[in-house]
């Protein structure tokens, strides 16, 4: 069952935050952000392992809470280069696999 | 460091024609996937190899898909006969071992117009 984020869409000036939110319908075991601009790759932003770790590098962080089955993505004082679409991974049940989510555009702007 | 590498980059065939792709991921990489991503959609995952062998193929349309992974490096994906329907990117992504504990790595995808 693949994940779903909200919100679909949204539009910052730049400096302002934003929060993308990544549920599932199953217990997780981790999960995965990555960011995709425009036809280019998704690029791997950070891991959060079961056991409802934050993490955080720069001015972006998330949240792992496992008894919700949901992690949040925190993008601080967001850059122009922040634009792009964001997708979590999740990893349920021991397949080590990951099903990717419907995807959250974001966009900066000046 | 090299990164995934992908190709060709763009392919364009009529419906019921073949096509192939292929993808070299990352040196010392153990498992390598295959996704097939639509617009405006997020990666679905359609095969995913550790070393020589499959993993999960569970999504994979085996009537016209197939996949393999040579000596477990190189890895091509292979669509006959091609729908309407399978226009998309393909992205080939690696990493160190499986999913769950390890980043992916992608490359930077073929992008299939079936006409």
């Known amino acids: 069952q693949q994940p779903v984020q909200s919100p679909q869409a949204v539009i910052l000036r730049e400096g302002e935050d934003a929060v993308i939110n990544c549920s599932s319908s199953?217990?997780?075991?981790?999960v995965h952000w990555y960011r995709q601009k425009h036809g280019e790759a998704p690029v791997f932003l950070m891991i959060?392992?079961?056991?409802?770790e934050q993490k955080g590098h720069d001015k972006i962080s998330a949240s792992f809470n496992e008894k919700k089955q949901q992690s949040s993505l925190y993008l601080t004082a967001s850059q122009l280069s922040y634009s792009g679409t964001y997708f979590c991974?999740?990893?349920?049940?021991?397949?080590?696999?990951?099903?990717f989510g419907t995807g959250t555009r974001l966009q900066v702007t000046l | 460091e090299a990164g995934v590498a992908q190709s060709p980059r763009y392919k364009i065939i009529e419906k019921r024609q073949s096509v192939a792709f292929w993808c070299n991921p990352i040196s010392g990489h153990a498992t390598l996937y295959w996704y097939q991503q639509i617009l405006g959609q997020g990666p679905k995952l359609l095969i995913q190899f550790q070393n020589n062998g499959v993993v999960d193929d569970s999504q994979l349309p085996k009537d016209r898909f197939s996949a393999e992974r040579l000596k477990g490096v190189d890895s091509t994906l292979k669509i006959q006969p091609a729908k309407l329907e399978d226009s998309a990117v393909y992205l080939c992504?690696?990493?160190?071992?499986?999913?769950?504990?390890?980043?992916?790595?992608f490359g930077p995808g073929t992008r299939l117009t079936v006409t």
């Open positions: 992504a690696s990493s160190l071992d499986r999913a769950g504990r390890h980043e992916q790595y």
């Open positions: 199953k217990a997780l075991y981790s």
């Open positions: 959060l392992l079961k056991g409802g």
């Open positions: 991974g999740t990893e349920t049940g021991t397949a080590s696999k990951l099903t």
